[in-house]
């Protein structure tokens, strides 16, 4: 793949922000931070399944002084989406916000599921992999579709970051599902980046961060060597979400990498 360099993210314009997997976590932590830097006559775009969660990221928004930031919530399952309904959600959005001013817009494809933590020839119910690349790879593709369409002719700039993971380039036992969906997911966005020049796409790669899916394989009970590598992370070295999100911001501030590049947490940049 071609070098080409991107354009930094300037936070000082009015910005338009889409979030997925905002409730908790990540991806509540980048509209936290985001929101503490970002032109206060931004908009944020929420989503994930649990209201509550959003509620939650919204009320922590509207704490951060000064802001009027308008934030937009929708409560969405990922597992059922297809193209009308990511039609709808940005069509709502344009109708129920001005954009007409808006110079940026960037859509953080943070979503995902941790999937059956199992051994690789163990993993044989169909279903189950269907749903995992439903939530974790499909629901992507077509948000970031909708996303592009609707929104290249009438913003200038537009910004894609897809998280993504280690275990998309490292193989790590009994994590194939999840992996699987991380490198079909990183792929498709650098192939994203190579096909249209006006957008600018990072992959990012947090890095060990302490979050509910953390925790759930260090106490996962099917693998033992798994559970006990990630708790021993967990107690030496695992990352804060504000950590690696404050990485990520400065990059995507500082425009320092190659359009549709894969950035670790770990990367010097």
């Not at 995902?112 to 163990?122: M, N, P, S, V």
């Not at 913003?155 to 790590?172: D, E, F, G, Q």
């Not at 992959?203 to 925790?215: A, E, H």
Request: hydrophobic share 40%.
């Amino acid at each position: 793949m071609e070098d080409v360099p991107v354009e930094r993210m300037d936070l000082t314009k009015k910005s338009l922000i889409f979030i997925t997997g905002a409730s908790k976590g990540i991806g509540q932590t980048i509209a936290i931070e985001l929101a503490r830097r970002i032109n206060p006559e931004s908009i944020f775009v929420l989503i994930a399944r649990s209201q509550e969660g959003l509620n939650e990221t919204k009320a922590k928004i509207a704490k951060i002084k000064p802001t009027t930031i308008t934030v937009l919530t929708y409560r969405t399952d990922l597992a059922t989406l297809d193209m009308q309904k990511c039609n709808d959600l940005l069509d709502d959005v344009i109708k129920n916000t001005n954009v007409s001013d808006v110079e940026a817009t960037c859509f953080f494809h943070n979503a995902g599921q941790l999937g059956t933590i199992k051994e690789t020839a163990r993993l044989i119910d169909v279903e189950d992999w269907r749903k995992h690349f439903d939530v974790n790879l499909h629901s992507a593709i077509l948000l970031n579709s909708a996303f592009v369409l609707k929104l290249q002719d009438i913003i200038r700039h537009l910004y894609i970051v897809n998280i993504t993971s280690l275990v998309a380039r490292k193989p790590i036992i009994n994590l194939s599902m999840y992996a699987a969906g991380k490198a079909a997911k990183e792929m498709f966005f650098k192939t994203v980046a190579v096909e249209n020049s006006r957008l600018n796409v990072l992959n990012y790669s947090p890095g060990p961060v302490l979050t509910d899916m953390f925790n759930s394989i260090c106490e996962n009970d099917e693998c033992a060597d798994l559970s006990k590598s990630f708790t021993e992370v967990r107690n030496t070295s695992v990352l804060t979400p504000t950590q690696t999100v404050e990485k990520l911001l400065n990059i995507l501030v500082s425009g320092s990498y190659q359009n549709g590049t894969t950035i670790d947490f770990y990367d010097r940049t």
